[in-house]
């Protein structure tokens, strides 16, 4: 999921942006707790892009500070569910507190069945820059080796990814294992995003064949 659309969501009601970020991860709690539900295994969210911090300080830090929040507010909910918590991107590199509520939560969380993974920090272009320098370290470098670097390595492939608010664009995401994924743009603004248009989103998928370069 690219979940665009707060900033758009919160101008079409003379709103703060720091007011669509809020209702933005009201949107993700109702997705992460439908998902079970839908009998997804996994779900990818691209909540902070490496580029993201070209973005104003003020909003960068109402960001983090929802970041925060939600990581205590809803690691009891994660941990009742069932939903172990992955994170991608140099996270690392955030500030020193998030880190270790991160680790944390990947910690406790980490017999989940059901896999919610955020994107923190993430650039598609910079993960399989460092996967081909890893891989160039143990010898030939191919399509297997990569993968076998990538911040996904461990996940299931990416088989559907979704983007909100009309755009339609991957803007650095998930570059490399969207190769023979099937795309969904929808018009919904990402707080307005629903179970519901999950389930719209999945409806279309089960209507594709997918040939994965064959005939």
Not at 27 to 47: F, H, I, N
Not at 98 to 110: G, P, Q
Not at 192 to 214: I, S, V, Y
């Amino acid at each position: 999921m690219i979940m665009d659309g707060n900033g758009r969501w919160a101008k079409r009601r003379h709103l703060p942006r720091a007011v669509g970020h809020q209702r933005g991860v009201e949107s993700v709690r109702r997705l992460v707790r439908a998902v079970r539900g839908m009998g997804l295994e996994c779900l990818t969210l691209y909540a902070f892009s490496s580029e993201n911090w070209k973005r104003p300080q003020d909003e960068i830090s109402d960001l983090m500070g929802l970041l925060r929040r939600f990581i205590k507010g809803d690691l009891p909910e994660f941990i009742a569910n069932g939903v172990r918590l992955k994170i991608i991107g140099d996270y690392k590199a955030l500030e020193p507190d998030i880190v270790h509520m991160l680790d944390d939560a990947i910690e406790r969380t980490r017999n989940g069945s059901v896999t919610l993974v955020v994107a923190l920090n993430y650039g598609a272009q910079q993960e399989i820059a460092r996967a081909a320098q890893l891989a160039a370290q143990e010898g030939p470098v191919t399509v297997e080796s990569i993968s076998r670097h990538l911040d996904t390595a461990d996940l299931p492939q990416l088989d559907l990814l979704i983007r909100t608010s009309g755009e339609v664009r991957l803007s650095n995401f998930l570059l490399w294992q969207a190769a023979y994924a099937e795309m969904y743009f929808t018009d919904v603004l990402w707080p307005d995003f629903t179970p519901g248009h999950l389930d719209e989103a999945l409806a279309a998928f089960a209507g594709r064949e997918r040939r994965f370069g064959g005939r």
